[in-house]
């Protein structure tokens, strides 16, 4: 099996180097240094995908969108549920949420050690005028939580004149959704309201969604300062379901739209206010500083255990992000300090009777305070006309302190500590070489850092399994190559490889108990490619192959569960493709044929367990009636193949989230 996935590999990268070789270079905007830049000036793997993208594909959830860049992969739960990838297995748990940054406009969704597993449901991608996917650590001026990756969901500025955008959408499994935004400006003031609603009963039984989206932006610019402030708001209040049980059932088309946890559900909401002054202050010089505060609450039962307790947590913020920027020649210089104060809570409350160790009654109810602090620095040097050299470090410190609200010790399998105060150190540096190889191409190299410290619910949610190692700062060493831009005028092309170590890898094994001194390795290539195959037909490909796998040894109990070096990290697919083929006849016809391809993985640690992988086919057209008014039109899994969101083995049994069938969707798009 592993020699046909290296075949299937190495015939993507054998395409990509062979497709690789012609098209007018697109500058394209990004905020990896928290400020516009041109691409071509990054030494890192970014992707952005746009506002046309955005709006032509009408993702139902923000994985369809994040699909189009190389090296992301997101497994779609229940509803607006998702584990994510990011130059890394599908991670869950406290790594699922730690390990990748999340941000809306730059500033982070959640607190760093109070991050969701599903934390871009927060997210109003729906109205996004970009989203930008930084492949690989970025902590040097992210800070904590970007181990893997960053992911920063761009608001729409407001229009110069008055404008309107509408969207309704219906489609063959009941789910509806409507979206609209107005802006305008007037004089040194730009506003904007944009807002989304979406409803569906769900593929499967007792699996409905309900969601509402709120943001508004104020703008204010003259020649020397600007002011920019945004409001969002998101409302969540979905029924869940969980695994389907047996490779027969994924195959079965009744059965596969079965529902086991009716009683489960998630309700959420979120709010951020978050304002940006930038101070002009002379030709090279400028000054940026962005207070916030953010408030988030969201309550579930926990379906996937016994117990089916119920979970209440919560946190809220203030704090600030602060850079200044300097310009001059040769020389460029960013330097910041940001900080940043949170109150968080969790409770479990086990309504049943006890069942095993899973006591009936309250299991946690603790606050948590907590204070960070970090300061950057980043220096640029033209050494030669064509060559630049970076070096940025970031020092954070954390301080928890932590307040258990119930009597403590053992109470069954959970184990509440005494009130504690924990502190962290990281330090995340980087070092790069970007040079010039010809005035259309661009090459770099770059060591990264990674780092950051432990969730608070893998410190402090602690059970009476534990190994007596506690939760330490993860850290994970990064080393990257690659070369972008066109080559003539009809291909544009960007390849990055990668070599990563992570250590201090927390996770649970098999057996239940907690692994403070995990390590993995995460090798691999990505491409992604546009090619102009004539003047109204296009080709893009965003293609992966790498290997992610352990690198240290853990016998368990249930020996089909124990890990060995060199084994491949389960739930990581060593291929994962995307590739449209876009066609516009005319100015007002597009359509799009889309193939996603995600390669076979293991499903368990000792990798005795498979998921064979899937191919999907979505056709997507837009026709424009009016100058103001489109109709637009969806097919997803256009051959109705039987696949998997997400596949997993535990406990004896292959387990499955089910991926749609073939869906049509039909909408209307309205502009001004």
Do not use: C
């Not at 009963?201 to 969604?209: P, Q, T």
């Not at 965003?542 to 796998?549: K, P």
């Not at 996603?596 to 026709?623: K, P, Q, W």
């Amino acid at each position: 099996m592993s020699e046909r996935i290296l075949s299937a590999g190495l015939s993507l990268l054998l395409l990509s180097s062979i497709f690789s070789v012609a098209f007018a270079q697109e500058i394209i905007v990004v905020t990896a240094e928290r400020r516009p830049q041109p691409a071509e000036d990054i030494t890192q793997s970014i992707s952005v995908i746009d506002n046309d993208q955005l709006t032509f594909v009408g993702a139902d959830h923000i994985a369809e969108a994040l699909a189009r860049a190389p090296g992301v992969s997101l497994h779609r739960g229940s509803g607006a549920e998702h584990l994510t990838a990011i130059r890394s297995p599908v991670l869950n748990a406290g790594a699922g949420a730690g390990s990748f940054l999340f941000l809306e406009n730059s500033v982070a969704l959640r607190s760093p050690g109070f991050a969701n597993l599903n934390g871009l449901f927060d997210a109003h991608y729906e109205i996004a005028d970009q989203l930008e996917i930084v492949r690989g650590p970025s902590g040097a001026l992210y800070g904590a939580n970007a181990i893997h990756g960053v992911v920063n969901v761009l608001t729409p500025a407001p229009s110069e004149e008055f404008s309107i955008f509408a969207e309704v959408f219906g489609d063959s499994e009941d789910r509806y959704k409507w979206k609209g935004l107005v802006s305008a400006s007037t004089g040194a003031h730009g506003f904007l309201a944009a807002a989304s609603v979406t409803s569906e009963s769900g593929y499967r039984v007792d699996a409905g969604l309900d969601q509402q989206k709120l943001t508004l932006r104020h703008l204010f610019d003259n020649d020397d300062i600007s002011v920019d402030t945004i409001f969002s708001f998101d409302n969540l209040e979905q029924e869940t379901a969980g695994f389907i049980f047996g490779a027969a059932t994924l195959l079965d088309r009744d059965l596969r739209r079965t529902n086991n946890f009716p009683f489960a559900f998630r309700d959420a909401k979120s709010a951020r206010l978050q304002s940006t002054v930038e101070w002009r202050a002379g030709e090279n010089t400028r000054l940026r500083v962005t207070p916030y505060a953010r408030w988030n609450e969201m309550a579930f039962p926990q379906h996937f255990l016994p117990s089916n307790a119920l979970e209440e947590n919560g946190h809220w913020s203030i704090g600030a992000q602060s850079a200044i920027y300097h310009d001059a020649g040769r020389v460029s210089f960013i330097a910041g300090i940001d900080g940043e104060y949170t109150q968080g809570y969790l409770r479990e409350l086990q309504s049943r009777p006890t069942i095993f160790s899973f006591t009936q009654g309250l299991h946690y109810d603790y606050e948590v305070r907590a204070l960070n602090a970090s300061g950057f620095v980043q220096g640029k040097y033209e050494l030669t006309p064509g060559t630049i050299l970076t070096a940025a470090v970031r020092i954070d410190g954390t301080i928890y302190d932590y307040d258990n609200l119930t009597a403590s010790g053992v109470v069954g399998r959970f184990l509440r500590l005494d009130d504690q105060t924990d502190r962290f150190v990281t330090a995340s540096p980087k070092f790069s070489v970007r040079h010039r190889l010809s005035d259309a191409l661009t090459g770099y190299i770059s060591f990264s850092r990674g780092a950051r410290p432990p969730q608070t619910t893998d410190l402090y949610r602690l059970q009476i399994n534990q190994t007596g190692d506690r939760a330490r700062p993860e850290l994970i060493d990064a080393l990257e190559a690659g070369i972008k831009g066109p080559i003539g005028e009809r291909i544009q092309f960007d390849v990055a490889a990668f070599f990563m170590d992570k250590r201090n890898f927390f996770f649970r094994d098999a057996d239940g108990f907690n692994v403070a001194n995990g390590e993995t390795r995460h090798l691999g290539v990505e491409s992604d490619i546009k090619i102009a195959l004539h003047e109204t037909l296009t080709l893009e490909s965003a293609l992966t192959y790498a290997v992610h796998s352990y690198r240290f040894d853990r016998p368990t109990g249930n020996a089909a569960e124990s890990i060995s070096v060199g084994d491949d990290v389960d739930t990581a697919p060593r291929v994962i493709a995307n590739t449209r083929l876009k066609w516009r006849p005319q100015e007002r016809i597009q359509l799009e044929a889309e193939w996603v391809s995600v390669g076979s993985y293991f499903t368990d640690a000792a990798n005795d367990h498979i998921y064979d992988g899937h191919n999907i086919v979505h056709l997507r057209a837009e026709a424009s009636v009016t100058d103001r008014l489109a109709v637009f039109l969806m097919l997803r899994n256009v051959t109705d193949a039987l696949y998997a969101e997400r596949a997993d083995f535990a406990f004896g049994n292959d387990r499955f989230f089910p991926g749609e069938e073939r869906t049509f969707g039909f909408g209307l798009r309205y502009r001004h």
